[in-house]
């Protein structure tokens, strides 16, 4: 075989295993995944709220260096009237969820950011904003009372019903790290009167709590029961001692 026969082959041979590796890794190779939609750093948190036609709100988070986001954003963007403007604030705690309303019926609408509190003592924090045009003013939430504020550990739930603003989370016995769930729930109702915010507790907390093997112990009740028992035993005791009594007297009486 002549050395020119001899590189012909050779060059048809690793032609040949060129080609089989390509196909391998045709074969071999993983689809790649596409990325993920999401406002990616610095931002944490984003939700879109369309309020009418045009009239969009963009509700961010945001911050470097922390999980949970230090600043939030409001951006509001009226596409029909080619109007956009912002508002931001600071925050305290990752935003759970965000509402929009109009709980006075005044034609002008509330953004509602709820965020979970880093600090113990709030649980949650809540801020509201009303937008008039391009102004957007800040109404105070109000906090817990004392009668509110009873067994509260957090899980707040917040949601909107007939023009109202409801909160609803569960009730706690006991304090600190002993605290545990009792089965109960507290419903508050909010409204919105001149920028201001009025709170009412709709309904009382039960009294009823439902034991582990399922059976249902009315406190009130064995308080009674108990109270019951005891009247009962003083009364046979007294009973007792004025028989005893008796019959000291009879035989005293034998006796002259």
Not at 4 to 30: E, F, H, P, Y
Not at 50 to 55: D, N, R, T
Not at 144 to 152: A, D, E, I, M, N
Not at 202 to 213: E, F, G, M, R
């Amino acid at each position: 075989m002549s050395s020119r026969s001899l590189m012909l082959l050779l060059s048809a041979c690793v032609g040949l295993a060129s080609c089989s590796q390509q196909d391998n890794k045709a074969v071999t190779t993983a689809p790649v995944a596409p990325k993920q939609q999401g406002p990616g750093e610095p931002f944490k948190f984003h939700k879109m709220i369309e309020v009418s036609p045009g009239q969009y709100y963009d509700v961010l988070s945001w911050g470097r260096g922390t999980k949970v986001g230090a600043k939030y954003l409001i951006l509001r963007s009226d596409s029909t009237e080619q109007k956009y403007n912002t508002t931001e604030g600071d925050i305290d705690g990752p935003i759970k969820d965000v509402l929009n309303s109009d709980l006075d019926t005044d034609g002008n609408p509330e953004i509602i950011i709820q965020a979970n509190s880093i600090d113990t003592n709030r649980y949650t924090n809540v801020y509201v904003y009303e937008y008039r045009d391009q102004r957007a003013q800040k109404i105070d939430w109000p906090r817990l009372t004392v009668s509110q504020r009873k067994g509260y550990r957090g899980g707040d739930r917040l949601f909107i019903k007939d023009d109202k603003l409801m909160r609803e989370f569960p009730v706690y016995d006991g304090s600190g790290a002993t605290a545990k769930p009792n089965g109960q729930k507290r419903l508050l109702e909010y409204s919105l009167h001149s920028n201001e915010f009025s709170v009412k507790q709709v309904s009382k907390d039960s009294t009823v709590n439902t034991a582990k093997d399922g059976v249902v112990i009315s406190q009130p009740k064995v308080e009674q029961k108990e109270t019951a028992k005891i009247s009962e035993k003083k009364s046979s005791s007294s009973k007792k001692k004025t028989s005893h009594k008796t019959e000291k007297k009879k035989k005293h009486r034998h006796r002259r």
